[in-house]
């Protein structure tokens, strides 16, 4: 059975559910801070402190740490405010616009299990990383580009991810080790509408719609991760390893990358692959726990500028630095924490013309070309992120947790003047609640 049709058969109607909940979910690069909801509460903590269940995506070693097992499922519910305003085109296409995907909810399920005889294992499904934008409606939606009113093409993009692992640890003493393989099933539409041009490149009036529909691939990888525990100290160390895991959606970036002049006869430059490799990840942990009260606190580099596609468009690796505290009274846990990564994306300022050959004043650049597409369409760049919670054990086998992160981004100013957006300024805000409910048995 192919890969494909074993997406078709099992995860289908999971990933066009999830498709449509989910336009924006991008705080790291593309990757939610975290994926359990008390590492959430704690800054997106997780290499080092255990938080049962959510281990299992966080580092595989931790899922030793239970005690018998734990089913966890829950959801998050997203609200991005993604705002672009564009200005210097000459009164043409000065406009001001809020992307329309808003509020969207992305469930969650894990279980793990301690055997008893040194070995642990576990399961996971989460919703892991995405990101995309609607411009549809409002100044957005393209106008009468004879005049030059482009609004942002009307561009509409959605990427999103969902991560199935099944963890295996063992532990020895103070040390554990852990390994997941994992499957990675992702969808990716990028639709837009892009002017029609007479027989002079003169863009007329009209323009037509660039939508090849949503298109799926899944991918394999690992997750490797170990620790070791100082018990008399409190302090437990962690390290983890996510391998990269490659990704193909066939006739997306190739056919957006055409409709803006790549590959086209005379160009400079070749149409881009449609391969977007999720990067790999290396991470370092430390959790302290005195009493009632813990302190974590992680490193992370996330290889961007290694992963293919990422590359292409100028993404750079990002440092990401997380700091979380839980305090215990009695059956309640109070968390709060902060997380810190920089904007990975770089701005382009490549004054190549992609088409040599038309028209001066029709050559757009390489540069204010894949300033659009990361700045309108993929504009990943939330940088500071804070983080509340808090977790209650109802009974012995019972319990709830909840997060709230609440992400900022800086203005960030780019050109795109020769693809008729002027200069582009966009911030990406958001706002993320999550909820859970925890089984132990």
Request: aromatic share 10%.
């Amino acid at each position: 059975m192919t890969r494909e049709s074993i997406v078709s058969i099992v995860l289908k109607p999971s990933l066009i559910a999830i498709v449509g909940l989910t336009p924006l979910l991008a705080t790291n690069g593309d990757n939610l801070i975290a994926l359990g909801i008390a590492q959430q509460a704690m800054g997106g903590t997780g290499i080092a402190h255990f938080t049962a269940g959510a281990s299992a995506t966080g580092n595989p070693a931790l899922i030793t740490q239970s005690v018998g097992g734990e089913f966890t499922f829950g959801g998050t519910f997203l609200s991005p405010e993604v705002d672009v305003q564009t200005q210097n085109t000459g009164g043409l296409n000065d406009l001001s616009a809020s992307s329309s995907a808003k509020h969207n909810v992305i469930p969650y399920v894990a279980l793990t299990h301690n055997l008893k005889n040194g070995f642990s294992v576990g399961g996971s499904i989460f919703g892991i990383a995405g990101m995309g934008t609607n411009w549809t409606q409002g100044d957005g939606a393209i106008g009468d580009s004879s005049i030059g009113d482009v609004g942002l093409y009307s561009a509409k993009t959605n990427l999103t991810l969902l991560k199935m692992s099944a963890p295996i640890a063992y532990r020895k003493d103070a040390w554990s080790v852990g390994l997941a393989p994992v499957l990675l099933f992702g969808t990716l539409n990028l639709a837009l509408n892009v002017p029609d041009r007479n027989a002079n490149f003169d863009p007329l009036s009209t323009s037509h719609p660039v939508d090849n529909g949503i298109s799926q691939d899944v991918g394999y990888g690992y997750e490797l991760g170990t620790t070791y525990q100082f018990k008399d100290a409190g302090i437990t160390l962690g390290v983890v390893y996510h391998s990269a895991i490659t990704m193909k959606y066939d006739n997306q970036l190739s056919a957006i990358s055409r409709e803006f002049g790549y590959g086209s006869a005379g160009t400079n430059f070749n149409i881009y692959s449609d391969t977007l490799e999720q990067p790999a990840e290396i991470g370092f942990g430390i959790d302290w726990i005195y009493g009632d009260v813990s302190l974590s606190a992680d490193f992370k580099n996330i290889q961007w500028s290694d992963a293919t596609g990422y590359k292409d468009f100028n993404w750079q690796n990002q440092n990401v630095f997380a700091l979380g505290g839980e305090y215990r009274i009695e059956a309640l846990s109070l968390r709060a924490g902060y997380n810190y990564a920089k904007n990975p994306i770089q701005i382009s300022n490549d004054a190549t013309p992609i088409n040599a050959n038309l028209p001066i004043a029709y050559q757009s650049t390489n540069g204010d070309t894949i300033n659009t597409f990361n700045h309108v369409m993929f504009p990943a760049i939330s940088d500071h992120h804070y983080t509340f919670g808090a977790g209650y054990q109802f009974t012995h086998s019972l319990s709830s947790d909840f997060a709230v992160v609440y992400a900022t981004s800086p203005d960030v100013t780019a050109s795109a003047k020769t693809v008729g957006l002027g200069d582009v300024t966009v911030s990406n805000n958001q706002l993320t609640v999550s909820v859970g409910l925890n089984i132990h048995f």
